[in-house]
């Protein structure tokens, strides 16, 4: 099986309600679909969300990157020598981790056909089913309250609840929804690097006291600062997970071996792909942590390949792929089904993904 062309589409989905974080708003998801065909006629699905804030990437330089040097890269290679493609691909550019996800997951759809297997069952599928968490952006308290009891009806058990726009009001954002929701909700927390290091362990220390009962904190302090995010970790009465200070393998490992944090937030569109994801839970297992996987604002494509991941690896404890789950609509046939916070897993060849509805090309 050999890649003979690389197409490139938009794809556009509505919202539930608008995405709100300390780093960004979004109204409307529209991401990069790539459609890698081969000489057998199998296709693989691929998918990036421009997420500029964090990976820098933006639906241009995505669009750029796969109709340039991946698809260099890529063009007339063996699906066969799947990690002759991961050398080429990695070789092609520095950073861009997104668009090299894109490829990634695309790849391994592709393998997955080629050997009749699903992309889980390659990785070494250890279970089939996946609870998800939900993310209730940062608006007012009572918004935020109104938001996660919306979601409690839906019947997710755990929430991701942004903070970090004017701080001041984080530990009121927080009771509002604890009170909401009562006792037996999870409540995890992410900053996306709003606060300085001693005000997270101020407002953490705050929350606990409150009686606001985290599960976590994602992200209290800028990307750059391990050695904040090493302060607030040995000072947090809860547990801290490293998410945009954590990309490649080799910061995931400073990080385990700092204890810059207690444990990271592996996504695709950070790590470049599964084939990168892998090595940072290689690390995880070498090092005891545990990792949680999460997404961007992601359509199923690519969350769909995230759900294989994560199903193939125990490290993986914590779930964050809710991605779909916050569009209004899922024009996406095939590969994982999303019931409620329950998350099913694939068992079809590849990734499972069969068709796309509304794909139109770009115009750039
Ligand atoms: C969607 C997911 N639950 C999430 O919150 N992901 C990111 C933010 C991604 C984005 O801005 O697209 C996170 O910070 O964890
Ligand atoms: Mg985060």
Redesign the pocket.
């Known amino acids: 099986m050999k890649i003979t062309d690389l197409k490139i589409y938009l794809l556009d989905v509505p919202l539930r309600t608008p ?1 709100i ?1 300390a ?2 708003r ?1 109204d409307q998801l529209t991401d990069v679909i790539l459609e890698l065909h081969t000489d057998t006629g199998n296709v693989g699905y691929g998918e990036a ?1 421009p ?1 500029k ?2 990976t820098g990437e933006t639906l241009e330089t995505i669009c750029a990157d796969l109709n340039g040097p991946i698809r260099s890269a890529l063009m007339k290679r063996e699906i066969e020598d799947l990690s002759g493609c991961f050398r080429a691909l990695d070789a092609c550019m520095e950073h861009h981790t997104s668009s090299k996800a894109c490829a990634d997951i695309a790849l391994y759809d592709l393998y997955g056909q080629l050997k009749e297997k699903s992309v889980a069952e390659i990785l070494g599928r250890k279970r089939e089913m996946l609870e ?4 209730i952006s940062v608006n007012d308290p009572e918004t935020m309250a109104e938001d996660a009891e919306k979601g409690i009806r839906r019947g997710f058990r755990t929430l ?1 609840v ?1 903070a970090g726009i004017d701080p001041e009001l984080d530990t009121k954002r927080l009771a509002a929804v604890r009170n909401a929701v009562g006792s037996n909700i999870a409540i995890r927390i ?1 900053a ?1 690097q709003a606060w300085t290091p001693e005000q997270a362990v101020s407002i953490l220390e705050e929350m606990q006291k409150k009686g606001i009962n985290l599960e976590l904190a ?2 209290p302090v800028k990307a750059d600062d391990l050695d904040g995010m090493a302060f607030v970790t040995a000072r947090s009465p809860i547990p801290i997970a490293a ?2 200070s954590c990309f490649s393998p080799d910061q995931a490992e400073y990080i385990f071996r700092n204890h810059c944090a207690d444990l990271v ?1 592996i ?1 695709l ?1 950070k790590t470049g792909g599964i084939h990168h994801a892998l090595e940072i839970t290689d690390l995880a297992e070498k090092y005891g942590a545990s990792c949680m996987l ?5 359509a199923k494509v690519s969350v769909n390949a995230a759900v294989h991941l994560a199903c193939s690896r125990t490290c993986i404890t914590k779930i ?4 779909p789950l ?1 569009c209004a609509e899922d024009p996406v046939h095939g590969g994982s089904v999303f019931k409620g916070p329950e998350i099913y897993l694939s068992r079809e060849p590849g990734s499972g993904i069969r068709k796309i509805d509304g794909l139109h090309v770009p115009e750039f």
């Open positions: 995405f974080t780093l960004r979004v969300p997420t804030a964090i998800t968490d939900l993310t991701k942004k992410d996306n994602e992200q998410d945009e937030n996504k569109m999460g997404c961007m604002l992601e964050d792929l809710d991605g916050l």
